[in-house]
């Protein structure tokens, strides 16, 4: 009866907190920057047309209008565009640049294919249908200055990752377990930030939303992004009523979805990709933030299916300078393809110290060998900071709660149980051992993995 009192009070949740598709006419955002109009753009045979002189001009152009021959001509650091009405065929710098509709004239005003408009000049155009948001980039006039700054918090057996954004904005994803939710405040407090621009849940796993609520309910929050999935747990309820509370709306977090797009600064959600997952951790929201030449790549919990489908939606967006390893080290996440993707000089590992799930695997560890990693069990709240071009690191042993100093990895030594049959290793510990006559004992991990043993799934050795 509790159970079903919790579902029905989620549903309700959801529909309050969930922003709604939206249905009204495209909206344009050039450089950051929400554009508005006196004619509304509009969709004609599936394609998107935008006003051509209003968008022109807040790029900087100077646009004059032919009434006899109809024809628009737009001037911008030495590049001519000329568009006449009706025609197929406009030209930059007289070269022809083909479209599939022509522009029109609605009230007065001409509207012209978006992707022309948006790439006439050299800009990038990202189009979300879902959103009905148009994102135009020109790349040139909004270059931010300063620093990014990305603090792993150290939260145990749990992430929170803080990242203070080089144009002044900051923005949190996750907010480790319930118990963290006071001292992940406090840390962001100690920064001088009192506003969360961007809020993150990855997933509604308690050791990532867990504190979730008590940081909405302690900063001004801008806009709250989580996957468009539910969970059944009280953990997950708080965080609806905190947002529900606050007159917040959650914007579904999905691929494709752009965060901040202004020139050299960009955060992206590539994942998830799909809309139906067996395993929770797959809903996690991948983040990718660019700044000039270096990127971080967080990835929450996704597992192996996440990575498989980021790898066939978005493979040439994976490359990135740091990567918060998936799942606190375990072996379901970082499988090799994705790795190669990455590509990462360095990876953050967010664990707890003798945590139940023997997070990292080692076969993880193994996988990033020639990569610089950093453990939160280990080095304590780690911090990148770059301005674009070079990356420093501080590692900040005991910033939340105290940990016993340790300068070097621990390397187990202890003893392995073997099933000759199966071929498979265990702990000592493990409740699925083998018969006494199956068992092969070796003293060390790498011993067992040479001699073709492969880790138990349920006591993960
Ligand atoms: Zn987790
Ligand atoms: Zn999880």
Redesign the pocket.
Known sequence: MKRRGLILSLVFLICMVFAAPVLAAPTVNLDGKQLTFDVQPTIENGRTLVPLRAIFEAMGANVDWNQSTQTATAIKDGTTVKLTIGSLTPTINGQVKPLDVPAKIVNGRTLAPLRFVGEAFGGTVIWDPATQKITISTGAATAVQGKLEVHFIDVG???SILIELPNGQSMLVDAGNNSDGQSVVSYIKSQGINRIDYLIG??P?E??IGGLDTVINSFSIGKIYMPKVSHTTKTYEDVLLAVQTKGLKITPARAGESIINTGNLKAEILAPVGSSYDDL?DWSAVIKIQYGQKSFLLT??AEEYSEAEMLRASKNKLKSTVLKVG??GSNSSTSPAFLQAVDPDYAVI?VGQGNDYGHPHKETLQKLAGVEVYRTDLNGTIVFETDGQTITIQKQRNTIEPRAPDTTMPVTQGIYIGNKNSKIFHKETCSTLPAAKNQVLFKTWDEAITQGYRPCQRCNP
């Open positions: 057996q749990a992430d990855t997933h796993h050791d990532h951790n929450g919990d799942h606190h967010s």
